[in-house]
């Protein structure tokens, strides 16, 4: 006999389904889900495909969370094997999707499915939040549910993400938290004039240099017990006219903070403007938000997985809150515990993308032993 969670994730691996397109993904999952008895609810837009399914209208509220959207493949003849042709190989699943994150949304259905079959009346509320535009520009994907049962007064009380998080093995690690996003273009004006008659001009560049050093120098925070140090970086520095001879006009600078909870982004906006306030430039800041950090610490579903892990996978997890950011960002929003738990990100995103096949009965497991120990305690 074959593994359901394999039969199922290599189904929604043929699907090809590039960002921001669903290509049928949600399609399938969905008979499966009404099978069961859960209600559907499509909450589209911009044509990103989102899918509400809930069952149960108790609390707690229980909840899996993911995308059925992929990246792009990249060169095609660089793939050993079709990227949306599925193919086992020496223990491993390949396609585009394997560990980001098909795998994952095959293992939380039939964990599902496993947990209503022992207990078809058990205590709670079950329920999915899938999205196709989350590895695109997730506008219109995760954060338009979030709109519509934010506006309904829906709390979500647990909710796991399938983003693939272990390092080396299945359940080596876990993210309990993600840091925020804090972009921003800082424009410094100077005067622009020739390069022999600099009396004539300012040069932003050079007044500049000063401030850059002592922001790349500032410790703006120590981080926590989750949280490593927020990170000042500049990514793109650009200024001149392309001539050796003129002193330019304006600098640009394109920077990111990487930032935990331990600071706030007004309180960051505030410190970099009164660094650069004291070096007397003149200047102007663009300001983005990507994300706020989220953090789920030790309580009822970080312990349930704890458990869980060491159960399945014979292994102490690790609670990290390394990496980019996710769609957890706007789930925060509702939700009051929240991790993601998934396979392998070593190959996320790679040519040859790919995860091992008997991780993913392990991970259906791991997905119905947490919810054991939440809903039935």
């Not at 059925?68 to 050993?80: A, F, I, N």
């Not at 499915?113 to 506008?139: R, Y």
């Not at 008997?358 to 120990?373: C, G, M, N, T």
Request: hydrophobic share 40%.
């Amino acid at each position: 006999m074959t593994d359901p969670t394999l039969d199922l994730a290599r189904q929604i691996m043929s699907c090809p389904s590039v960002t921001p397109d669903d290509a049928g993904c949600m399609e399938i999952i969905t008979g499966r889900l009404q099978a069961l008895g859960f209600s559907i609810e499509f909450i589209n837009r911009n044509g990103v495909t989102n899918l509400w399914a809930r069952r149960g209208e108790t609390a707690p509220l229980f909840v899996f969370a993911g995308h059925t959207d992929v990246v792009p493949t990249g060169p095609l003849e660089k793939w050993t094997s079709p990227p949306f042709a599925p193919e086992i190989r020496d223990g491993m699943l390949y396609g585009r999707g394997a560990a980001d994150m098909k795998s994952s949304l095959a293992a939380s259905v039939t964990a599902v499915e496993a947990f209503v079959a022992a207990h078809p009346e058990h205590p709670g509320s079950l329920a999915f939040l899938l999205t196709s535009d989350e590895e695109g520009d997730a506008t219109d994907g995760t954060v338009a549910v979030v709109e519509a049962l934010k506006a309904r007064g829906q709390h979500l009380d647990y909710c796991i993400i399938g983003e693939p998080t272990s390092v080396d093995t299945l359940g080596d690690m876990i993210k309990n938290g993600r840091r925020g996003s804090l972009s921003g273009v800082l424009t410094v004006k100077g005067i622009q004039c020739h390069i022999a008659y600099p009396e004539k001009g300012r040069n932003p560049i050079h007044q500049a240099a000063p401030a850059i050093a002592e922001l790349a120098a500032t410790e703006w925070d120590q981080g926590n017990e989750y949280f490593p140090p927020t990170t000042w970086q500049i990514s793109n520095i650009h200024g001149g006219t392309g001539a050796t001879n003129v002193i330019p006009g304006h600098l640009e600078i394109k920077f990111n903070f990487r930032f935990s909870t331990a600071s706030t982004p007004e309180g960051l906006q505030q410190r970099l403007g009164a660094i650069l306030d004291k070096h007397g430039l003149e200047y102007e800041i663009k300001w983005t938000l990507g994300a706020r950090p989220f953090l789920t610490g030790r309580g009822p579903l970080a312990d349930a997985a704890t458990t869980a892990i060491r159960e399945v996978c014979g292994i102490e997890t690790e609670l990290s809150t390394t990496g980019g950011t996710s769609d957890g960002r706007f789930i925060a929003e509702i939700c009051s515990q929240m991790l993601e738990i998934g396979p392998s990100n070593n190959t996320s995103h790679k040519i040859d993308e790919c995860v091992a096949v008997d991780a993913l009965p392990k991970l259906s497991a791991v997905y119905h032993r947490i919810l054991e120990q939440i809903l039935l305690k």
